[in-house]
């Protein structure tokens, strides 16, 4: 299992609370330019934002995955979210991260200190997606220490940009 609570030098992952829901939809949940690359539509509603917040408190729960919220060490405002799905020996992991703090590092650095505790545990794969046009991410991924295995064609379904499946980068980081 992944710890509850990781901190890094600037940020904390935690498990989120019901309270976060307002805040990740002010955020980000809302923002077309955040959501291009999900694998969901924008929030149309604060109330859509804390149906998600408590699908994710389940999961938590029965642990079906890993949900994290990010915050800058100094406050508890949610700043993103990095997912953990633990299938066997590997974790896939999937984040966003609200605009206003693009380009700060914090997603490289939540994610390397996620892989490295999922690799620590006992894992012997960390993993993730991402749309081939989504620079950003293919930037993160590589900061956080993954390495580009391939490309896989027609492979994940962006709903903000076609509602055909798209091709998408595999990454990972193994032990």
């Known amino acids: ?33 955040v959501c291009r690359f999900m694998v969901w539509q924008p929030h ?4 859509e934002s804390h149906s998600f917040i408590t699908s994710c408190i389940s999961a938590w729960e029965q642990g079906t ?15 993103g979210m990095l997912d953990a799905r633990i299938n066997g020996f ?7 991260l609200a605009r206003t703090h693009w ?17 620590d545990e006992g894992h012997f794969r960390a993993q993730a997606f991402c749309d081939v046009e989504n620079r ?6 590589e ?11 027609r492979f994940m379904v962006h709903p903000n940009i076609s509602t055909e499946p798209r091709p998408c980068f595999m990454y ?4």
Do not use: N
């Open 172 to 175: 990972s980081r193994c032990r």
């Open 1 to 33: 299992m992944l710890p509850q609570r990781l901190e890094t030098a600037r940020l904390v992952l935690r498990r989120p609370i019901d309270a976060d829901a307002g805040e990740i939809f002010r955020a980000y949940t809302q923002d077309p330019l």
């Open 103 to 119: 380009g700060k590092g914090y997603m490289p650095e939540a994610l390397a200190a996620l892989a490295t505790a999922a690799l």
């Open 143 to 153: 900061k956080a220490g993954f390495t580009r295995e391939g490309r896989l064609e």
């Open 136 to 141: 950003p991410s293919q930037r993160t991924l």
């Open 44 to 47: 149309s509603s604060e109330a």
């Open 65 to 79: 995955r890993l949900p994290y919220v990010i915050t800058e060490a100094s406050s508890q405002a949610p700043v």
């Open 90 to 96: 590997t974790v896939d992991f999937g984040y966003v």
